[in-house]
């Protein structure tokens, strides 16, 4: 087991297996030492989680874990382009929480992926994000997350080619 996933693992994560791609698209890409996940929804063997708006729906705490799985879904993606035992930092989280008329708290739900990235690379998962409320995600899931993440300059088998 590698350092990242113990790390998940001791804070009572599991990295799930890696997400496919559902369209024209790959689930991330790397770029030099920068990784960009597409965006990530909350499944769970195969599965959204939960549906529908937060606010409405879907509890806060429900889209909160929603979240969470989104963000490892996220890292998971990564892991086809690098090995996570190579991040140095987390740069951005971005968030996107499906909202009933009203919600305003969408920081919070984020919160849940903010802590994901905490548990896996301790100070180097402080990161910038964005928390955004929008009127409908694919699917009707509750919530969207996407990482960039910093790699070390050491380069392994899975990397892709620079664009």
Same mark, same amino acid.
């Given at each position: ?65 929603? /979240?969470?799985?989104? &963000? ?5 993606? +990564?892991?086809? #382009?690098?090995? *996570?035992?190579?991040?140095?930092? @987390? ?28 548990? /896996?690379?301790?100070? &180097? ?5 964005? +928390?955004?409320? #929008?009127?409908? *995600?694919?699917?009707?899931?509750? @919530? ?20």
């Amino acid at each position: 087991m590698n350092r990242v996933a113990e790390s998940l693992a001791h804070a009572g994560f599991a990295l799930p297996d890696a997400p496919s791609a559902v369209g024209m698209y790959a689930p991330a890409v790397r770029a030099g030492s920068l990784v960009f996940t597409s965006g990530q929804l909350p499944f769970a063997d195969g599965v959204l989680i939960s549906v529908g708006k937060v606010g409405a729906t879907v509890s806060e705490e429900d889209a909160r874990a929603c /979240a969470r799985q989104a &963000a490892l879904n996220a890292l998971a993606a +990564a892991s086809l #382009v690098c090995d *996570l035992d190579d991040v140095c930092s @987390v740069a951005r989280l971005a968030g996107y929480v499906s909202s009933e008329r009203g919600f305003i708290r969408q920081p919070s739900v984020v919160d849940g992926a903010s802590e994901v990235l905490h548990a /896996a690379f301790g100070e &180097a998962g402080v990161h910038a994000r964005e +928390a955004v409320g #929008v009127v409908a *995600l694919p699917l009707d899931a509750p @919530v969207e997350v996407s990482l960039t993440l910093v790699l070390h300059e050491a380069h392994d088998e899975k990397s892709t080619p620079d664009v």
